[in-house]
């Protein structure tokens, strides 16, 4: 009852105010995995974008069949971080999963 009290008395400043309950190993790692994973796709649909792109300006401009390679590779190099991070991560999950279930 006296819980019930102080949160009515909190104002919304208050509520931002308050740091949010930790949350097990696990729970954590798959949030980032979520997050992770939804950068990846981001990644993804930029890096089709660009390529689609690239080659109709290739076309369109006439440059050499060998400037396309550039396209693919430069998002390639760049986004290979995040895609070792998420695979890292989900390794992480699945050898914590492997553990917590055995005896």
Do not use: H
Not at 5 to 33: S, W
């Amino acid at each position: 009852m006296e819980s019930d009290a102080v949160m009515a008395q909190l104002t919304p400043d208050d509520m931002r105010r308050v740091t949010p309950l930790p949350l097990d190993e696990t729970a954590r790692l798959q949030a980032t995995y979520l997050r992770l994973r939804r950068t990846f796709f981001r990644n993804l649909i930029f890096f089709l974008v660009c390529c689609i792109l690239a080659l109709i300006l290739r076309r369109l401009l006439r440059f050499p069949p060998g400037l396309s390679w550039v396209v693919f590779a430069v998002p390639a190099v760049l986004f290979a971080g995040d895609v070792i991070r998420l695979l890292a991560c989900g390794f992480k999950i699945n050898r914590l999963q492997r553990s917590k279930k055995s005896p």
